[in-house]
């Protein structure tokens, strides 16, 4: 009889599907990862003369098209002032693709991956299938994750810690100096910073850095994608940057795993990178005056929750019973505990929805909340 790997047996599904599940068909969902937005014209349009023209029929080379791997150099050029060589990016099925390539070039069977609890659940489930020992790691009050936390954590088996920045599930942001102290702890410590940067261009009052630009070793591995920030969820376009050492490492697990990322996708992020940005700066807008109105309705039901300052999630701690009830009266929220056991006591709420229908999600929650003190 065959029998299953370890490593699958010790991942579940994750429980936001769970939720959905039980969820009416009418339900207002706040439970969703992804923008409410159309991928920008100019993007669809960069697939579609790629699709006509035939020059998306073939593989591409590994990496990605020479034309998009310059884009996403750069953007890294335009965004933060950081030389990337083209040849040291990879062109990923999403930025899950490109956490998984990280991972398993990186971790030994049994090696410690440190990340934030609550975080996203990949993290947990990639360690696990990279063979790796899970090392969650709670939050500082704001619900941003403590440099200082990281680095009492690490062992002399820590092959990697993760940040997220802005995060899933918190929306928070990282300071620039925590970012430096990423950088510092990769550095001396000798372990992977493995940086998951997909929400890095939806922030608000604050400013998006990566620890990239500030390591001095080449222990920081960065992940981003065209799926938060152009709208594009379904089009399955990421990518990794890393020192060339590393990048040939993660190209092997590509290689064999993915061949390349999908053709027409590429062409499409290469246009969402070099075409107009006015599109992300309107959804960013729209997802700034959302969380303001979430903010307050939640404020007004009598709800403490820390001002999140990009992505487009709102985490409140919510009274027992809280979830269930906003969900019995038809708004979907996803408990804190799907993402770590530190998220007990909270629920994640996403703003990727209509303006009038979170003013009604809101309504609910007021009224629940008050059912259940
Ligand atoms: C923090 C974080 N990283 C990575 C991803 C994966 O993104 P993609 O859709 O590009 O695979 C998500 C998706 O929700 C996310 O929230």
Known sequence: MTEFATRVEQVS??????????ADEDAINLGLGQPDFP?????????IEAIESGRSDAYTSNKGTPQLREAIAAKYDRDYGLEIDSEDVIATAGGSEALHLA??????????????DPGFVSYDALTHIASGTPKPVGLRDDLTLDPAAVEDAITEETAAFIVNSPANPTGAVQSKADMQEFARIADEHDVLCLSDEVYEHIVFDAEHH???????????????????????????????????????????????GQACAS???????????TGPQEP??????????????????????GLEVPTPEGAFYAMPKVPEGWCDEVLERGVVVVPGEAFGSNGEGYARLSYATG???????????????????
């Open 39 to 47: 991928t920008p014209a100019h993007a669809r349009r960069g697939a």
């Open 263 to 273: 053709a027409p996708a590429q062409y499409a992020a290469e246009a969402a990178l």
């Open 280 to 301: 992300v700066r309107e959804m960013v807008e729209t997802f700034e005056q959302r969380r303001d109105l979430v903010l307050d309705g939640l404020t007004d039901a």
């Open 103 to 116: 991972l398993e070039a990186h971790v030994d069977p049994g090696e410690e991956v440190i990340f934030p």
């Open 210 to 256: 990566s620890p990239l630009e500030f390591a001095e070793t080449d222990n920081v591995v960065v992940v981003s994608a065209c799926s938060k920030t152009y709208s594009m969820t379904g089009w399955r376009l990421g990518w990794v940057v890393g020192s060339n050492r590393r990048i040939e490492r993660m190209l092997r697990v590509h290689q064999y």
């Open 13 to 22: 599904i994750s429980g936001i599907r769970e939720v959905f599940e039980a």
């Open 355 to 373: 303006t009038e229908e979170l003013k009604e999600a809101l309504e609910i929650m007021d009224a629940a909340t008050t059912a259940v003190r």
